[in-house]
């Protein structure tokens, strides 16, 4: 593998100094870019696109040729692990994805297993490996899945929900059977990480992205143990470097000081939270990924650059922060607005790196 010739991002989840904060975006590579429409119609479909590695290389370079990003994000979706364990991805034109066969019988809960990545999820594993040889150690690639809690969201209700009933009522009717399921997730999510990081993810996020519908003790008992879990079992060094581990509860500022005591090296914070507030609550054990409101891009560069700033200013001198939205970019974003955001915060962020 080439040596890496931009490792900020890399420094800055270990809270080491760095020169700029770094920045990334959520679903960076996504409909917002006109060459990402175009790729994913000569796919035929977003399935195709993510099941075909050359495809999702393509589309995973395609915002470092536009913007000066510190890393790359590999391009996948969270649901392929439920779909390698059987239950039957599609996805229905304008309504999300859906599961054929969704977890509500006993008997299929206690028959789910965790899927070998080198056998169910081989297409993912070598996107890994021809996205790390593309970049040609330009930037650092992140690998990612799905939490336990928030695969066996869908897992259960078959599709994405604003209430999860079926899942609240197992939570509470059934915690043996939601525990079963978050088990087994849990194995495989550790197994699919671990092959990312081998062939060639070179920091790995856990995208907690229902998490902050629990209750409190919920959230304690069902979803923040079994991503504790994870953090303790993943592949720690690949190539001579820590490989960083970062984890992302959306609507879980609430927890953040629990949320930091995980065994991650960084954790990513939704737009809902000051990110100075965070910075003093978790105290110098983590870094910090985030997490400007996505929806200030749809706006004007003016008021773009002016918000990366205020983050930037909130979180104050110093390392440990990873430049990021506080949930993905949206569809509608103007993309010269990435372009401000982006060298708003490489050029402003300077400043509050001046060593003495």
């Known amino acids: ?16 100094p760095t020169e700029y904060t770094p920045t990334w975006l959520m679903r960076q590579a996504g409909r917002y870019l006109p060459e990402y429409c175009a790729t994913r119609a000569r796919a035929g479909s977003f399935l195709n696109l993510c099941k075909s590695p050359p495809m999702a ?22 649901l392929t692990v439920p779909d390698a364990m059987g239950l039957g991805l599609y996805f229905a034109e304008g309504e999300g994805p859906k599961f ?37 150690g330009s930037v650092p690639l992140i690998g990612f899945s799905g939490s336990p809690f928030t695969l066996s969201c869908y897992m259960i209700e078959g599709q994405g929900s604003d209430s999860y009933t079926q899942v609240k009522k197992m939570m509470y009717g059934r915690p043996d059977l939601m525990h079963h399921i978050l088990e087994v997730t849990t194995r495989a999510v550790i197994d699919y990480l671990n092959a990312q990081i081998e062939a060639g993810a070179q920091a790995v996020m856990v995208f907690d992205s229902w998490g902050g519908m629990l209750s409190q003790a919920a959230y304690l008992e069902f979803s923040l143990p079994y991503m504790a879990r994870i953090m303790a079992e993943l ?44 910075r003093r609550r978790v105290d110098g054990k983590v870094a910090l990924q985030g997490n400007m409101d996505p929806s200030i891009l749809l706006t004007t560069p003016e008021a773009v650059a002016k918000e990366a700033e205020a983050v930037l200013t909130s979180y104050g001198h110093g390392s440990g922060h990873v430049f990021n939205l506080g949930h993905g970019i949206s569809q509608f974003t103007p993309p010269d607005n990435v372009s401000v955001l982006v060298e708003t915060v490489r050029e402003k962020s300077r400043a509050f790196h001046v060593t003495a």
């Open 100 to 136: 054929e066969r969704p977890l509500r019988e006993e008997w299929a809960i206690r028959n789910l297993q965790a899927p070998n990545p080198h056998d169910h999820l081989r297409y993912v594993i070598d996107a890994v490996s021809e996205i790390r040889k593309a970049l040609d």
């Open 235 to 278: 592949t720690r060094e690949r190539e001579g470097r820590v490989v960083p581990r970062i984890v992302f509860t959306k609507g879980g500022g609430l927890w953040l000081e629990k949320i930091a005591a995980c065994g991650a090296d960084a954790v990513g914070l939704d737009w809902t939270i000051d990110i100075g507030d965070a």
């Open 1 to 16: 593998m080439s040596a890496l010739k931009n490792d900020t991002f890399l420094r800055a989840l270990l809270r080491q």
């Open 57 to 78: 290389t393509e589309v995973t370079l395609q915002p470092l040729a536009r913007y000066n990003l510190d890393a790359a994000i590999l391009f996948s979706d969270i």
